[in-house]
């Protein structure tokens, strides 16, 4: 299965409409129906937007921001996790996953090249000037976006119980402004032009396929000492809230688009204390517990937010993820790790 992966991130060309709907009809048919002992139905009966892993701990895997590299997502799959972390031999990411040794949770933001593209990017933004919506540019940086996108549907189709993927601000394929989605655009118009260019090549089959993906994934994880989402929570939210996310006005916004020093002091407390298992004397253990979000770049391997509890780990220009062992605290200074292979 691991080749089968590694194809579809190796690959020159964009994939073909039928394979890339099939696998959206796949995923999408996974996440619509994903009503488990970890993930609750919302008040409308579908999958709420709350993974509650703490029932099953097992080490898990943190994947901050893709951003349309496949090179990123091949070399994690490689990476040989450490034999303290497993609690047995080491063993590369994918054997892992395909042994059910652990779990791996990516914070969202499939598309959208960020480093050493923004002159594609523009090259791209003059074609569709010229009504050229599958031009040379921008169909390049979409075969590096559709490339990790079926990259990762596949890997939901092959590991449904053990791998998952939060959505992120840039999951919104539609480029919509609604429901705590807002159109994106940062180097050029980029979710116009990708819609655009989906519908031109593909047409709007796929389109809608992938739209229902997103509007299937789950918004936030929690496990015996971890939560994480795509962004820094804007407020502290209850758990009926964050289960029904998608029914309760601010939610998605609140967890996928918090810009710096715009969350409410004490939100990421606050879901700690909500999601976090109440001991015997009713009292809630929390000091072990940490938030992990991407959205916002940092500069280093990391940065704390909200006293210690929050912690960034997207950046952009390296190859990074973080390893939570489920015995003891996560240590941003010692678990969060590189997969970049060195020549």
């Known amino acids: 299965m691991l080749s089968n992966i590694k194809k579809i991130l190796q690959t020159p060309d964009l994939p073909g409409h039928d394979f890339i709907f099939a696998l959206a009809d796949c995923a999408s048919t996974l996440l619509e129906t994903e009503i488990t002992d970890f993930r609750q139905a919302d008040e409308n009966g579908k999958p709420g937007s709350l993974l509650d892993l703490k029932k099953s701990p097992l080490p898990l895997i943190v994947v901050p921001d893709i951003h349309a590299r496949p090179l990123f997502l091949e070399n994690i799959l490689d990476y040989i996790l450490p034999e303290d972390f497993l609690g047995a031999k080491a063993r590369s990411v994918s054997d892992a996953l395909r042994y059910g040794l652990v779990r791996m949770i990516c914070v969202g933001d499939a598309l959208h090249t960020e480093v050493g593209t923004k002159e594609r990017w523009i090259a791209a933004e003059i074609e569709f000037s010229q009504n050229l919506y599958t031009g040379p540019a921008i169909s390049a940086e979409m075969k590096d976006g559709l490339s990790v996108i079926c990259a990762l549907m596949k890997m939901k189709e092959t590991y449904p119980e053990n791998f998952h993927f939060l959505k992120g601000n840039h999951e919104n394929i539609l480029n919509r402004t609604e429901e705590g989605d807002y159109g994106f655009r940062k180097f050029a118009d980029e979710g116009r032009m990708v ?14 396929m992938l739209s229902c993906v997103e509007n299937a994934m789950p918004l936030i994880a929690v496990t015996n000492n971890c939560v994480i989402s795509h962004a820094e929570p804007k407020y502290a939210f209850r758990k009926d809230q964050l289960i ?16 710096n020093d715009a969350a409410k002091n004490g939100s990421v407390m606050g ?13 809630k253990n929390t000091d072990d517990y940490v938030y992990l979000g991407g959205h916002r770049p940092v500069k280093d391997n990391y940065a704390l937010r909200q006293k210690g509890k929050y912690i960034q780990i997207h950046n952009p220009k390296k190859q990074n993820i973080a390893l939570v062992r489920a015995y003891r605290k996560f240590n941003p200074e010692t678990d969060i790790v590189s997969v970049e292979k060195v020549n």
């Open 195 to 208: 819609r655009e260019f989906i519908a031109e090549y593909y047409g709007d089959d796929v389109l809608y």
């Open 244 to 259: 029904n996310a998608r029914l309760e006005p601010g939610v998605v916004e609140g967890l996928t688009w918090t810009d």
């Open 271 to 283: 879901i700690i204390e909500e999601l976090c298992e109440t001991s015997a004397d009713g009292s």
